[in-house]
T-cell receptor, first 112, second 115 residues
Framework: AQSVTQPDIHITVSEGASLELRCNYSYGATPYLFWYVQSPGQGLQLLLKYFSGDTLVQGIKGFEAEFKRSQSSFNLRKPSVHWSDAAEYFCALTGGSYIPTFGRGTSLIVHP | GAGVSQSPSNKVTEKGKDVELRCDPISGHTALYWYRQSLGQGLEFLIYFQGNSAPDKSGLPSDRFSAERTGGSVSTLTIQRTQQEDSAVYLC?????????????FGPGTRLTVL
């Protein structure tokens, strides 16, 4: 069975500070991994995805994520957070199934 | 191009009534998904369509929930005899054919409130 764990329910950072959101997964082969962002009252929007090749993936809005097979992780990073980054972030995994498994989400709060 | 659209955006209903939620996926997207998101919770998978057939209905919480998709396009999620615990945001997503590495494109959701 596949699973995705986002250990942090809430993360609070100051504007301009760096950010790392954690995502750990469990899957028996190489997974396809995604990060989505959900602003209040909106649907989810894809930030980036990994499915092969370079383990450091660049996404939209200045985000990046690194796939680390040895640690079963796919952490999301941003060097300098903006107030507009305040949102809910979801890590997701697909493998052989078309049904993605989502983490429970991490709520990002940005202080001015 | 047009994204995934959902209607209505908000629905308030009385306990015991039936409701229909609609999803218009991106044209050409063969896969369509329904999720439920309760306040402060993650995404709960409900059902997945590939074309007009639903190979996986395992997430439907009870037999009061049903969904259909016609013409490989529009999908309707129906909740019969609504209960207060059905109150949530219902999200629809679609993805292009080709493989499970394709990302999902989400609609804005329908917020359902059962009084």
């Amino acid at each position: 069975a596949q699973s995705v764990t986002q250990p942090d329910i809430h993360i609070t950072v100051s504007e301009g500070a760096s950010l790392e959101l954690r995502c750990n997964y469990s899957y028996g082969a190489t997974p396809y991994l995604f990060w989505y962002v959900q602003s209040p009252g909106q649907g989810l929007q894809l930030l980036l995805k990994y499915f092969s090749g370079d383990t450091l993936v660049q996404g939209i809005k200045g985000f990046e994520a690194e796939f680390k097979r040895s640690q079963s992780s796919f952490n999301l990073r941003k060097p300098s957070v903006h107030w507009s980054d305040a949102a809910e972030y979801f890590c997701a995994l697909t493998g052989g199934s078309y049904i993605p498994t989502f983490g429970r989400g991490t709520s990002l709060i940005v202080h001015p | 191009g047009a994204g995934v659209s959902q209607s209505p955006s908000n629905k308030v209903t009385e306990k015991g009534k039936d409701v229909e939620l609609r999803c218009d996926p991106i044209s050409g997207h063969t896969a369509l998904y329904w999720y439920r998101q309760s306040l402060g919770q993650g995404l709960e998978f409900l059902i997945y369509f590939q074309g007009n057939s639903a190979p996986d209905k395992s997430g439907l919480p009870s037999d009061r929930f049903s969904a259909e998709r016609t013409g490989g396009s529009v999908s309707t999620l129906t909740i019969q005899r609504t209960q207060q615990e059905d109150s949530a945001v219902y999200l629809c997503a679609s993805s292009a054919p080709g493989g499970s590495y394709n990302e999902q494109f989400f609609g804005p959701g329908t917020r359902l409130t059962v009084l």
